[in-house]
Each structure stands twice: as C-alpha cells, then as structure tokens.
C-alpha cells in the first residue's frame, strides 16, 4: 500500500492557483517531516517546501518561495501546498513525502521514507 496519497493537481492557466494535499493511508506521520518535491520531464527531482514536524517550522525553494505555502491539519497527517501565481516553470509531478530525521538537511532526498505517487501539474503560458 502507498503510504501516501496526493490529489489536487491538474491544468491552469499561468497566474492561477492550485492546493494540492497528501494524506496518509495509515502511518501517523504527525512527528515526522512532510515534503514536497516536484519533477519536471527529464529532471532531477527537486525539493519544493517542507513541514518539519506538526506545529513546526516551514521551508521553501528559492524558486516558490513567497509564492507556495505548506500547511497540515491538526493532527498531522495531511499536508498541502498551495501555490498561488503559478507559472509555466512550475509545471511537473509533485511528490509528497514523509521523513524521521536527525539532521535538518530538508531538501536532501534520501532524508525521506516514505512517498506518494505524485500528481501532475500543469501551467499553460
């Protein structure tokens, strides 16, 4: 089974926004880091924010950041992204991930266990 499970993405116009969430389908991942990476075709996949636990503290890419937001629900397991003024560059798979991790190396990609399937994004110019 998927650990995780995004929704939410599809296609819109640049300048437009979209909230994309990823739910847990049974591990609690409230102390956990939840992540958002994003993979463009022929890309490496890149780090896009990051919750460092429930309650925490927030990070993002330089390329979202004021732009892109991270948040959860209460108890933890349901993190999303909303990304207003989207742009062309911004179109790829998003990814949700989840990590339990001692050193604050948020956007390395090994920190991370456990991951969705992605959803795709789509900004038309």
């Known amino acids: 089974q998927v650990p995780l499970r995004e929704s939410g993405g599809g296609l819109v116009p640049a300048g437009d926004s979209l909230r994309l969430s990823c739910a847990s389908t049974?591990?609690?991942?409230?102390?956990?880091?939840m992540a958002w990476f994003r993979q463009a075709p022929e890309k490496v996949r890149e780090f896009v924010a990051v919750s460092t636990s429930t309650g925490g503290s927030e990070y993002y890419s330089d390329s979202v950041k004021g732009r892109f937001s991270i948040s959860r629900d209460n108890d933890g397991n349901t993190v999303f992204l909303q990304m207003n003024n989207l742009k062309p560059e911004d179109t790829a798979t998003y990814y949700c991930?989840?990590?339990?991790?001692?050193?604050?190396?948020?956007?390395?990609?090994?920190?991370?266990?456990?991951w969705g399937q992605g959803t795709q994004v789509t900004v038309s110019s």
């Open positions: 991930a989840a990590g339990s991790f001692y050193n604050t190396m948020w956007s390395y990609i090994r920190n991370y266990n456990w």
């Open positions: 049974g591990r609690t991942f409230s102390s956990h880091a």
